[in-house]
């Protein structure tokens, strides 16, 4: 069976940070998104970058840049749609989303998803953690979606559809759980004070 496309996702606004792309934001000698790439690239058939603006920023990377096709900041639903659209030129039947912010994502994170999603039935499968609080907490943007719902997808964004768990759970999906020891796999930077933390994070796992 063909590997999912990987599909980076760094649309978002970046406000906590003061604006502009946090994911180009050094961590370790090497941007945020860099990291992203090393852990998902080699889980998946190939990779795009979802981003808006100018793509000429991320020439140095490599990669083909898609941006939504949903006019004014839609959110993570918009950037998932964009990638679908483009696996479906491409001839891939599935996708897997995560975020340009996360430089610790799982090296598993597209097998178990795979897996999950084929033993539970489901077309969907989103990555999970525990939580002392709420039990799990859901990760919407690391997640296997299959292309063949993109017409939905884009309807329900045309209707107003912003949470991706909203459209999610419309449709079936399983969760998956990762472990969160010894670190939270899916930390994401969003302030100065988180970029200080994965670095330290990092450094823990390197030593």
Not at 99 to 126: E, F, I, N, W, Y
Not at 155 to 168: E, F, H, M, P
């Amino acid at each position: 069976m063909t590997r999912p496309l990987g599909v980076i996702l760094a649309g978002g606004l970046s406000r906590r940070m003061g604006g502009g792309d946090k994911c180009l934001l050094p961590l370790e000698g090497k941007p945020l998104l860099a990291h992203a790439i090393d852990r998902l690239g080699p889980q998946v058939a190939g990779l795009v970058l979802n981003a808006n603006g100018d793509s000429a920023r991320f020439a140095g990377f490599g990669l083909p840049v898609v941006a939504d096709s949903i006019e004014g900041f839609a959110g993570p639903l918009a950037g998932v749609l964009a990638g679908m659209d483009y696996a479906a030129t491409h001839g891939y039947g599935q996708i897997v989303t995560a975020a340009a912010d996360t430089p610790l994502l799982p090296a598993d994170l597209v097998d178990r998803l795979l897996a999950a999603a084929k033993d539970a039935g489901s077309p969907m499968a989103m990555a999970q953690t525990p939580d002392p609080e709420r039990g799990l907490s859901r990760h919407p943007t690391f997640a296997l979606w299959p292309v063949n719902l993109r017409e939905d997808l884009r309807q329900a964004l045309v209707d107003g559809t912003r949470k991706v768990i909203a459209w999610t759970d419309r449709h079936g999906c399983t969760g998956v759980t990762f472990d969160t020891d010894p670190v939270d796999p899916f930390f994401n930077v969003n302030t100065p004070d988180d970029l200080a933390r994965a670095r330290q994070m990092l450094q823990e796992l390197t030593t």
